[in-house]
């Protein structure tokens, strides 16, 4: 069964660095996300990208955060300045109807 | 409470007992869907129920939806060893049914 697929599956970097989370998304979806889930709290949303552009972002989804597809199959997630507070895991997930597939996640350490 | 809240928050049964688990939400849904995680895993989908709709079976698993209570239930059977894990409801509302509201989950623990 087709899956998305995420790299790294851990990331350790400095407060202060730029980041770059990377997915494939299952090749026939249309509608790509990101969601982020700090350790023992709830999954969010951070955003949703249809057509080549954003269709929704969260708060949290700041000018810090940025998102590009950038050759038809990969789905990036670009975190410019890391802050303690973003180490999370952080999921991708897309879908061409219901429901969402998501990876396995990014676990992103700021250190 | 937030938008899908699950209760209990921790779950301990043994091997053959049923699981149930309830969610709470508070605004109205176009769709109500239950994701499973494995320690340090991405969520599985298991299953989705429609707001028109009030009962869905998939395998071992029975969800429940009252939409005038707001609330819904997944129930694993005969549960095994293999379905510890945290179980979250997520709600898809406004007409953008791929923007989910997770819960906190509920952690299930079927011991052998």
């Known amino acids: 069964e087709p899956e998305v697929t995420q790299t790294p599956s851990h990331q350790v970097t400095q407060m202060g660095q730029e980041v770059i989370l990377r997915c494939v998304p299952i090749s026939n979806h249309l509608y790509f996300y990101w969601y982020r889930q700090i350790l023992g709290q709830k999954v969010e949303f951070l955003v949703s990208?249809?057509?080549?552009?954003?269709?929704?972002k969260s708060e949290i989804f700041d000018d810090q955060f940025s998102v590009e597809r950038p050759d038809g199959s990969n789905f990036t997630l670009k975190i410019r300045s890391t802050k303690l507070e973003d180490s999370a895991m952080y999921f991708c997930?897309?879908?061409?109807?219901?429901?969402?597939?998501f990876g396995n996640g990014t676990r992103l350490t700021v250190t | 409470s937030q938008q899908g809240e699950e209760d209990p928050q921790a779950l301990s049964i043994q091997e053959g007992e049923n699981a149930t688990m309830n969610c709470s939400y508070k605004t109205s849904i176009n769709n109500l869907q239950w994701y499973r995680q494995n320690s340090g895993r991405g969520l599985v989908h298991l299953i989705l129920?429609?707001?028109?709709?009030r009962e869905k079976h998939s395998g071992r698993l029975r969800v429940t939806l009252d939409t005038s209570k707001k609330s819904s239930s997944l129930l694993i059977t005969a549960s095994r060893a293999a379905d510890t894990a945290s179980y979250f409801c997520a709600t898809g509302s406004g007409g953008s049914n791929y923007k989910l509201t997770f819960g906190k989950g509920t952690l299930l623990t079927v011991n052998p």
């Open positions: 990208f249809y057509n080549n552009e954003i269709s929704e």
């Open positions: 997930a897309s879908k061409r109807d219901s429901p969402l597939h």
């Open positions: 129920i429609r707001s028109n709709e």
